[in-house]
């Protein structure tokens, strides 16, 4: 089997995810940086476009102090 093996480095986003508990972040695509945030997706996807950000990392910040297991059926 041929394949190229690409190393790519984990960004850290503990640091730019502080005070944004329970909410939803909008994340430049460099991961450098919130670009948007809101209680709802759709505002911190708003909040992103306004500075220019057609595609940013959309995700929601779940509480520091729990852990979270996605279950899918």
Do not use: C, H
Request: glycine share 6%; charged share 25%; hydrophobic share 40%.
């Amino acid at each position: 089997m041929w394949y190229t093996q690409v190393k790519m480095k984990t960004p850290d986003l503990t640091k730019i995810l502080k005070g944004y508990e329970n909410k939803w972040v909008a994340i430049a695509p460099d991961y450098r940086k919130i670009v948007g945030s809101g209680k709802t997706l759709r505002a911190a996807q708003r909040e992103a476009l306004r500075q220019g950000f057609k595609e940013p990392i959309l995700t929601k910040v779940f509480p520091f102090n729990q852990g979270y297991i996605p279950i899918f059926k």
